[in-house]
Every structure is written in structure tokens, then in C-alpha cells.
């Protein structure tokens, strides 16, 4: 394979360019309006113009991507994560123009995209699956039995659901009916499939995921598992490898059942099942992910693998070059996306220009950024501006490292998640590694964030120099200052975003 298109957007399409232009392989990139000055874009050995920003006039639209890598000669593609990574129809276009498509085949991501196809698969291989329901609801009454069987609290899933988005938790049996016929609706309208199944609400769950890697040849192989619990909105914000609970016994137990999952759907390629795990380490199939993760650097940071050539090699039709006995755990790593978004206001998301951009440095730190100081972060996509990621000895050691990293990182202009990491990190449920999926509700609330907003003189410099044309003109002025002998208005607001850099 000489030449690949990624087709996608920001830092994952970079992240993936890095290592194909490592095997000497030509890169293409594929961009919208928006992305006209990208990073990726220009990182590219040669980039295609697709279309408008909105991704379904561009980043979505199959023929015109597959137009441009024919007519590029390229080989490969590689979808990246979002965007067309788990659709079915893709992967099977891609073959039937020629090309390979870096990722499973359209059989297994057919399977594993739906959640109840994924269970039934499961329950034949024997891994356990949370309490419920395997097959959609029918029938509201039976439903109703069921629930009250499973015990409430329960939780209504859409089976083609993703992103966190088709569940509803339900209390008791009273709402039971309504918030059925609600979440039937709603699965209908986000996912063009209105099948929804019951599963019992785990109370105190930690999200525990297995990476996977499959071959050609039919060799399965689990990379130890990642630790996602720091989550808002059932979305990850900060994940770990290894996890801080697991014993030894039970990271090989799930990772045979992840691979039970793999071979049950003939996987290839890069993958991850995810499991849901109760208080008492018991865990619970949750659903497979046919993509390469957003979080894969943990596991590249504790394994020393490269994923993305991990995952080109075996598209290239190589059977994995490594056993299963040669895989160990090195050390622990940590990431934080850093999400423009507002953690004081219910992690909004958050528009506008980095005014300041540095990114941190030295031994251990690996900063995967979509974006460079005086770019806009735009409206139509992902808000991720980067993922951080540390690799130290200990957890303790890169629960520090992750705080000096988040300290050294400068960001003004854009609300952001760093102070959240910050939060997070010197929490001692955090450093305890007792938390649950609930971290976000149970401990954390805007206000220990702002208390902690007392800027520095040097950060009130920086601030002045360049945020005072952030300072939304209809937002009243809290206080105003003295800075390098400049009259400064300063708002709460204004003071939050100079703080979270
Ligand atoms: P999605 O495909 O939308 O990401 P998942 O099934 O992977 O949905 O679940 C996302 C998150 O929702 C999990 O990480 C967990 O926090 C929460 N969750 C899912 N199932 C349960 C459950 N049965 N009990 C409690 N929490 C759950």
C-alpha cells in the first residue's frame, strides 16, 4: 500500500498521516470550506477539496470521497473515528471500487452496530451481558413484567444507538410506559430504527473497554484494558490504561471475552469491546466499537505499539507480528481531551479563535492537536481541540505528570476542559482510582471551578494583551483593572477563559 486517504478531519487525520508517512506510505487528505487551512490539510502530501462545512455536505458524502481516491490512485483509506468509520456501506464501497478500507469488513460493523445484534452474538459466546432484555420490545405490557423483574432503576436503550444519546434511566415502574413510548419516538427520529431493549441500571458502574487487534489469518489478541469513567453526558473526557481496580485475574478474563467477541463477528483490524463493570468487579458486555478509539494512545503509551501501523499492516493482509504472551503492561498513562467547551456552564460547547495556543512539553507528554495558535475552532464539528496524553512509571506518577501538563498548557480565547482535568486529578476519589461513571455529578460543580479562578499577574499579562476582543460587548463588565497600564474590563466570563488555558 504507497498511498492512503484519510478521510477525516483535525487532530485524528494528522495523527494517522504521522504514522503512514513513518512507513512511507503518501498521504492524502480530504477537507471541507472550513478546514480549508487546517493543520491536516496542509500536513497532507496532497489534499482534495470536498465540499461545504456542514460534514453532511462533505466529510459524510461516500461517492464524492471515493471519487477523489480513485482519482488520487490511492490504495487504502482510512476512516479514522466519526464520520464514516462505522457505516457499513462505506467499508463495502471502498472494496467494490478496488481500494481497502482500514477498518473490518461491512459484515462485522453490521453486527456490532447494533446493540441488540452485538448481545445475541455475545450471548452465544458465553460473555456475560448486563440483566435484560436481548431481543426489541414488543409489547409494552410484557416490557413492563420484565422491568419490574430486572428491578428498577432500569435503563431503555436504542439498539442503534451511539454516543452516548437513545438511553433513558427509569425510575419506577409509574413511568415506565411513557418514558417507553418517549424513547421508542426519539430512536426513531435520531436513528431511522425505532427498536429499543431494556437493560438494568448499573448503579455504580466504571467503564472498562478492551482493546482488541484481529488479523487475517484469524489471530485475535486483547491490549489490556482502559479505564473511561470520567465521563459527561455517557461521553469519556478522561481515560487511563491500565485501570486502577483490576486485578490480574480478572483484566485476562475480559480480555478472553473481548476476544470471544472479535472471533464471534470474524473481526479484523483494530477494535474495542466495551464493558460495563458493578462495584463488586463483576462486568458486563456493553457493545463493540469497529473503529480505532479516540483514546488508543493509553494503550500505545503501555504497550509500545502504534495502533495505526498495527492496523495498516494487517489491512495489508500481514498476520500480526506478536503473541499474545508477548504483550505487557508498561507503566500507566493518562489522557485528557481538551474539549472547547465550558465545564462551568454544562460543558457547552464553545466557539472562537486560540488566541494563545502552547502546548506542554518534556519526557512522557504526547499532545495530539487539531488545531495551532490564531486558528479557529469551528462550529461544525467535534469540539475536541487535542488530546493529552501522559506515560509515567506509576498512576501516581502520571496523575503529577497530567497536572504539570495541564499547568504548562496555554489556552486563551476558547473555554476549554484543562481546568476540569486539573479538578479531576487532584481529586482523591481520582487518586483513590474510587470513582464510578457518576465522578462528574457526584463530585465535581462549576463553582470548585471558579473558586480556584484567582489569575495570576503573568496570566492577567497575557490576557490583556490578547483577550480583551473576546469580551462579548453586551456582557457587563464585573470589574475593571490595571494591566500594563491598559483599562481592562474584565467579566467573570473573560476571567474564566484567561484561567483555563
Ligand atoms: P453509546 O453507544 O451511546 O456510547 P454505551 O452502551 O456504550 O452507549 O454506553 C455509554 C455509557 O452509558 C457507558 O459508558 C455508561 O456510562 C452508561 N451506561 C450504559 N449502559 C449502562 C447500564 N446498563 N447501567 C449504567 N450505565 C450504563
Not at 451481558?129 to 413484567?145: H, M, N, R
Not at 426513531?188 to 467503564?207: I, M, Q
Not at 496555554?410 to 487532584?426: C, D, P, Q, S
Request: net charge negative; aromatic share 8%.
Amino acid at each position: 500500500m504507497k498511498k492512503v486517504l484519510v478521510a477525516n478531519r483535525g487532530e485524528i487525520a494528522l495523527r494517522i498521516m504521522r504514522s503512514l508517512k513513518e512507513m512511507g506510505i503518501i498521504t492524502v487528505a480530504v477537507y471541507s470550506e472550513a478546514d480549508r487551512n487546517a493543520l491536516f490539510t496542509r500536513y497532507a502530501d496532497e489534499a482534495y477539496f470536498i465540499g461545504p462545512s456542514p460534514s453532511n455536505q462533505s466529510y459524510l458524502i461516500q461517492e464524492k470521497i471515493i471519487e477523489v481516491a480513485k482519482n488520487a490512485g490511492v490504495e487504502g483509506i482510512h476512516p479514522g473515528y466519526g464520520f464514516l468509520s462505522e457505516n457499513a456501506s462505506f467499508s463495502a464501497l471502498v472494496q467494490a471500487n478496488g481500494m481497502t478500507f482500514i477498518g473490518p469488513n461491512p459484515e462485522a460493523i453490521e453486527m456490532m452496530g447494533n446493540k441488540l445484534a452485538a448481545k445475541q452474538a455475545a450471548l452465544i459466546q458465553n460473555v456475560p451481558l448486563v440483566p435484560g432484555t436481548a431481543e426489541p420490545i414488543s409489547d409494552t405490557k410484557e416490557a413492563s413484567e420484565i422491568a419490574k423483574k430486572i428491578g428498577f432503576p432500569v435503563l431503555i436503550k436504542a439498539a442503534a444507538g451511539g454516543g452516548g444519546k437513545g438511553m433513558r434511566v427509569v425510575e419506577n415502574e409509574e413511568e415506565f410506559e411513557e418514558q417507553l413510548n418517549r424513547a421508542q419516538s426519539e430512536a426513531l427520529n435520531a436513528f431511522g430504527d425505532g427498536s429499543v431493549f431494556l437493560e438494568k441500571y448499573v448503579a455504580s458502574p466504571r467503564h472498562i473497554e478492551i482493546q482488541v487487534l484481529s488479523d487475517t489469518q484469524g489471530n485475535h489478541l486483547y491490549l489490556f484494558e482502559r479505564d473511561c469513567s470520567v465521563q459527561r453526558r455517557h461521553q469519556k473526557v478522561i481515560e487511563e490504561a491500565p485501570s486502577g481496580v483490576l486485578t490480574e485475574e480478572i483484566r485476562h478474563k475480559m480480555g478472553e471475552n473481548a476476544v470471544k467477541i472479535a472471533k464471534a463477528c470474524n473481526y479484523v483490524g483494530a477494535g474495542t469491546v466495551e464493558f460495563i463493570m458493578d462495584e463488586k468487579l463483576n462486568f458486563y458486555f456493553l457493545e463493540m466499537n469497529t473503529r480505532l478509539q479516540v483514546e488508543h494512545p493509553v494503550t500505545e503509551m503501555i504497550t509500545g505499539l502504534d495502533l495505526v501501523k498495527e492496523q495498516v499492516k494487517i489491512a495489508r493482509g500481514e498476520a500480526i507480528s506478536f503473541k499474545q504472551e508477548d504483550l505487557k503492561i508498561n507503566g500507566h498513562a493518562i489522557e485528557l481531551r481538551v474539549y472547547a467547551e465550558d465545564p462551568t456552564n454544562n460543558f457547552l460547547p464553545d466557539i472562537g479563535t486560540l488566541s494563545v495556543y502552547r502546548t506542554p512539553d518534556g519526557p512522557g507528554i504526547r499532545v495530539d492537536s487539531g488545531y495551532e495558535e490564531g486558528q479557529t475552532i469551528p462550529v461544525f464539528y467535534d469540539p475536541m481541540i487535542a488530546k493529552m496524553c501522559v506515560h509515567a512509571p506509576t498512576r501516581k506518577d502520571a496523575i503529577a505528570k497530567m497536572i504539570r501538563a495541564i499547568d504548562d498548557f496555554r489556552i486563551v480565547g476558547v473555554a476549554n476542559t484543562l481546568a476540569f482535568g486539573k479538578f479531576v486529578m487532584e481529586h482523591e476519589a481520582f487518586s483513590s482510582a474510587q470513582f464510578d461513571t457518576h465522578f462528574v455529578a457526584k463530585h465535581f460543580s462549576p463553582e470548585k471551578l471558579i473558586e480556584n479562578i484567582n489569575p495570576s499577574q503573568e496570566e492577567m499579562d497575557i490576557a490583556a494583551l490578547v483577550s480583551v476582543s473576546y469580551i462579548k460587548k453586551d456582557t457587563p463588565a464585573k470589574k475593571v483593572g490595571i494591566v500594563n497600564n491598559q483599562h481592562i474590563q474584565t467579566t467573570s466570563n473573560w476571567k474564566l477563559r484567561s484561567r483555563m488555558r
